[in-house]
């Protein structure tokens, strides 16, 4: 079994000893993701012939293996949702998290963009300067501990964090702990002492067990990422493995680290696990290129919270040591996959000043969803405008498992967004998805295939709402015809035609 959650619906994929294999899809449950993962699974096991409620209720004792992949820990840091972090320091350097490195504020950036300063910005720190307490201490590179760990000043910055602040995660950083970590692990047996004496125990991460490599810019940023999105994460996947081993399910679940390799969903360092979902699909899109003979593919996922694009070029998938992730490098390999907050459950707002549309980044997610659920929210999304618009169809939502109100996301879409700009709303709804797409398109040519020629790449899309939007994003302009330019045979039997295409004379991707 196989399940790739992702902010708006959670797939399992359930393949046989025959190779045969079957989806089941429900809406992603947030507050508890074993709810919309078990209701997934027992649509798949539907397919299958067997009865959830029967058979079906010891059907995990035939499960060789079951990986999870998803992107609760990507939203989490995209939308801001995580645990509030306090951080422990080697003082002086209290503000390493908000301020960073240079270089972070153009990640992703054309040379326009990075030579000119008022297109730089910092992204909103995961820990603010106030959570942040520094430690006098210092190891040397070598090592060496030449200034010896201040313990009343560690427990005075514990009980702050704790007390004052109301942290519910800590994260210690200390400089060159990854040549020796006994300060980093001295204050960590500190903070708990402090921790039991108080009456409250949170976690506790240490940088020199979470990315135990040089440049303490990176580090930190791990070591937060780690403290900031993982507990959460690592509490709903032990859900997910508890309600299987009530189906039967005997063996640890596994999940996808953002290199490709899999590993248990203990594994300590589970921030590493933060693009599962999306390296499944670029490792995936790896296998189809054999299979389609393309060596050089564009691969995007349009989900319902976040876009995510890698690039496979001359056949190898793409790898950084240090890779940007959300504006902050950190210290851990991952495949080449860039992402922003955008998808079709990306909220639609006016700036209350310049009453221009505003898209996200934050997101209805599975629940509430859309307005035309009728499940709490009040906010239009895009996937009001696609169902206004006809792209999808209101008698088949989730394959007629929802009900919808196409009335709901009329109404609401004419007050909030199309009378305030005096629009007709089929017109707002265009004008959102257009803004959308483009956005989805800025991000591949401006960010992710800067330097490369696009006509050289097949475009594959991909994900949940890959195929409403690929269109949109493909072309240089939303809305322009396509034509066909050259047709191929397929590179085996039983695959489809891959074509090339341009508009207008002008360079365009080649979708397959």
């Known amino acids: 079994m196989a399940c790739d959650a992702g902010g708006t619906m959670t797939d399992v994929i359930v393949v046989d000893e025959r190779g045969r294999s079957v989806i089941g899809k429900a809406p992603t449950s947030p507050a508890d993701e074993s709810v919309g993962y078990m209701e997934s699974l027992e649509e798949a096991l539907e397919q299958l012939g067997i009865d959830p409620k029967g058979e079906g209720r010891t059907f995990g004792r035939q499960i060789e293996t079951s990986i999870y992949t998803g992107t609760s820990m990507l939203n989490t840091v995209i939308n801001m949702s995580g645990a509030k972090t306090g951080l422990l320091v080697t003082r002086g350097f209290e503000d390493i998290i908000a301020q960073g490195r240079g270089s972070q504020t153009f990640i992703g950036a054309q040379w326009p963009e990075i030579t000119h300063m008022q297109y730089r910005r910092h992204r909103e720190p995961l820990v603010p300067r106030k959570q942040a307490r520094g430690v006098t201490e210092r190891i040397d590179m070598f090592g060496q501990p030449v200034i010896p760990l201040y313990e009343h000043e560690v427990e005075q910055g514990v009980r702050e964090l704790l007390q004052d602040e109301g942290c519910e995660v800590i994260a210690i950083v200390f400089l060159h702990s990854y040549t020796n970590p006994a300060h980093e692990e001295q204050a ?133 040591r240090e890779p940007g992730f ?77 009900k919808v109100n196409k ?43 800067v330097g490369h020629d696009l006509r050289d790449y097949v475009l594959l899309g991909y994900g949940g709402a890959g195929p409403m939007h690929l269109l949109g994003y493909a072309g240089d302009h939303p809305g322009r015809p396509w034509r066909r330019f050259r047709t191929r045979a397929p590179s085996r039997p039983g695959v489809g035609h891959a074509w090339t295409t341009r508009t207008g004379g002008t360079r365009a991707w080649r979708p397959c």
């Open 326 to 402: 959300q504006d902050m490098y950190v210290n851990v390999p991952m495949l080449g996959i860039t992402s922003i907050g955008a998808g079709t459950g990306t909220y639609i707002r006016l700036d209350p000043q310049t009453k221009r549309i505003k898209l996200g980044p934050d997101s209805a997610g599975g629940t509430p969803g859309p307005t035309f659920l009728e499940a709490g929210n009040t906010t239009p999304t895009i996937n009001d405008a696609n169902l206004l618009l006809g792209i999808l169809n209101e008698d088949n939502y989730l394959g007629g498992k929802l």
């Open 188 to 320: 960590a047996e500190i903070a708990r002492n402090v921790m039991s004496k108080i009456g409250r125990e949170v976690p506790l991460e240490l940088s020199s067990q979470v990315a135990p490599t040089a440049r303490e810019v990176s580090r930190a940023n791990a070591t937060v990422i780690q403290a900031y999105a993982s507990s959460a994460a690592r509490r709903q996947l032990l859900r997910i493995e508890e309600e299987l081993g009530k189906v039967g399910y005997k063996h640890s679940l596994k999940t996808v680290l953002g290199y490709g390799g899999i590993t248990d969903i203990r594994y300590p360092r589970l921030f590493e696990a933060a693009m599962s979902g999306p390296v499944g699909g670029l490792m995936g899109a790896k296998y189809l290129s054999t299979v389609i003979n393309e060596d050089n593919i564009v691969c995007s996922d349009v989900g319902g919270t976040s876009f995510d694009a890698g690039a496979i070029t001359a056949g190898v998938l793409p790898i950084d």
């Open 407 to 449: 009335q709901v996301s009329y109404d609401l879409f004419k007050k909030e967004i199309a009378d305030p700009l005096g629009l007709d709303v089929y017109v707002a709804a265009e004008t959102c998805l257009d803004l959308l797409n483009l956005m989805m398109r800025e991000h591949l040519v401006r960010s992710l295939m």
